[in-house]
């Protein structure tokens, strides 16, 4: 199992940057697809972005695409999500998540349950 401790969340305004980290420990974390969830209040945890175990191949939701982008450093066991002009409709308790299942080196899962070890989430509050 991949432990996961997601930081960085916090209030900003609208049009503002935020960078998230997720710090892995426990099994290999170059051997997991990473992917980054939200959830905003009486909302379901939706997709944001996944990138696979090596960092060369990326996917992220229409709704982040050219705002946010998904890095990470294996040598660290460090994922992140740099979120750039954000707006209000990104304000929610952002996740972090492992997969080892079901991911390919270019086919990244999108859906929450094929996600298998998941950190506790940090709240992003954009305002207007």
């Known amino acids: 199992q991949l432990q996961l401790v997601e930081s960085g969340g916090?209030?900003?305004q609208a049009g503002g940057s935020l960078s998230l980290s997720c710090a892995a420990s426990g099994r290999s974390?170059?051997?997991?697809?990473?992917?980054?969830?939200?959830?905003a209040p009486g909302k379901e945890r939706e997709f944001v972005s996944a990138?696979?175990?090596?960092?060369?191949?990326?996917?992220?939701?229409?709704?982040?695409?050219?705002?946010f982008t998904v890095s990470r450093?294996?040598?660290?066991s460090t994922?992140?999500?740099?979120?750039?002009?954000?707006?209000?409709?990104?304000?929610?308790?952002?996740?972090?998540?492992?997969?080892?299942?079901?991911?390919?080196?270019?086919?990244?899962?999108?859906?929450?349950?094929?996600?298998?070890d998941w950190g506790q989430g940090t709240q992003v509050t954009v305002s207007s």
Not at 73 to 76: E, F
């Open 79 to 116: 994922l992140y999500l740099q979120m750039n002009d954000l707006k209000p409709e990104d304000t929610g308790v952002y996740f972090c998540a492992g997969d080892r299942i079901y991911s390919t080196a270019q086919g990244l899962a999108t859906m929450t349950e094929h996600y298998q």
């Open 29 to 39: 974390f170059s051997s997991y697809a990473m992917g980054w969830f939200r959830q």
């Open 10 to 12: 916090g209030l900003v």
């Open 51 to 67: 990138i696979n175990w090596g960092g060369d191949y990326i996917f992220a939701a229409d709704s982040v695409k050219g705002r």
């Open 73 to 76: 450093d294996n040598a660290k």
